[in-house]
Nanobody, 118 residues
């Protein structure tokens, strides 16, 4: 079965940094577009970023240069480096995966909580 396991969330002060990781298994990682979504309390899920197997990236406008998505195909892992964190970044962050060409279902991880607070 496809499994996506996020890690790296936690409590961080405003202006601080975190790096989230998502380890994938049960699939051919190298043919999947990987992405990150987040959902804050009382709000809808929103897209953060995604990255193709070849490393092409796309970001939501709110990133404002603060977030970087990357992947290590040898480790079947995707990362989200988050800098200059703000309180409004507080959310559950979810890893997701979909095969190139949208030829299968979208898979989701269990989420990792990021809380930005002083």
């Amino acid at each position: 079965q496809v499994q996506l396991v996020e890690s790296g969330g936690g409590l961080v002060q405003p202006g601080g940094s975190l790096r989230l990781s998502c380890a994938a298994s049960g699939m051919n990682f190298n043919i999947y577009v990987m992405g990150w979504y987040r959902q804050a309390p009382g709000k809808q899920r929103e897209w953060v970023a995604d990255i193709t197997p070849g490393g092409r990236t796309n970001y939501a406008d709110f990133r404002k240069g603060r977030f970087t998505i990357s992947r290590d195909n040898a480790k079947n892992t995707v990362y989200l480096q988050m800098n200059s964190l703000k309180s409004e970044d507080t959310a559950a962050y979810y890893c997701n995966a979909i095969m190139v060409g949208n030829s299968g279902p979208r898979y989701w991880g269990q989420g990792t909580q990021v809380t930005v607070s002083s």
